[in-house]
């Protein structure tokens, strides 16, 4: 009985995670209510209740899963000296934002005390410390910086243009960019 339950929360929520992205997409966040979301995942009131709070516990909890899941893609496909090429990982960071784009964007577009796009970033900028492990000097905070700013700019740029490139022009575009940038760091 416990797996049929964990199937039904899991379903909810992801109900719940599709109406929040679609609602987003339509209105400002602010404006978003919870019958809003309930009509349109088609559940009852109590069940949303179950679960979350409000609508920015929902928000909240939806961003900290897709966060999570990002650092922990990126994490398992960071380069490192064995492994120098960004490739592997840009190809599977854009897979990853394709695959949850609605929600993405949504996430990306919408305010909250601290944003989507720069818990996006601080990953980006973790990554490329661990990538440099000991031989970080003190401007590379920077230059990561400069990069998931970069990084992520370019990702919100791609979802939101109407006609992008393909995924493999993007990767191509964000690979050659970072590789040069890493090279001049070397210098």
Known sequence: MAEVEDKRIRRTKRLLRQALAELMQEKEFKDITV??????ADINRGTFYVHYRDVYDLRE??????????????????????????????????????ENSTLVRSLLRASG???????????????????????????DRYVARFIAGGAVCMIEKWLA??????????????DELLGKTVERMEL
């Open 113 to 139: 005390a601290v944003s989507f796009e720069a818990k996006m970033m601080v990953i980006v900028e973790e990554s490329r410390m661990m990538i440099l492990q000991s031989k970080a000097k003190q401007y």
């Open 35 to 40: 019958t809003d979301l309930v009509e349109r």
């Open 61 to 98: 909890k939806i961003e900290n899963e897709m966060i999570e899941d990002f650092r922990a893609m990126v994490e398992d496909s960071l380069p490192s000296f064995d492994r120098p090429a960004l490739r592997p990982m840009l190809k599977r960071a854009v897979d990853f934002v394709d």
């Open 161 to 174: 243009d109407p006609n992008p490139p393909p995924k493999a022009v993007l990767v191509d575009m964000m």
